[in-house]
């Protein structure tokens, strides 16, 4: 058996979600004026991590 000790991963990852969808608009990400995007690493640090980017369109 193998303990990987990331149970905080796990639950902080639940608590704030894995993805989000964002509008684009004319080419342009919509934000409101208080809103910003933010990557937290929470099994880490990494040497690297892959960070995937889905655009849909009508």
Do not use: K
């Amino acid at each position: 058996n193998r303990i990987d000790d990331n149970a905080a991963a796990h639950l902080g990852s639940a608590f704030i979600g894995a993805d989000r969808v964002f509008p684009v608009i004319n080419g342009r990400l919509v934000r409101g004026t208080w809103q910003n995007i933010f990557v937290v690493e929470m099994d880490g640090p990494r040497s690297y991590r892959h960070i995937i980017i889905e655009v849909l369109g009508e």
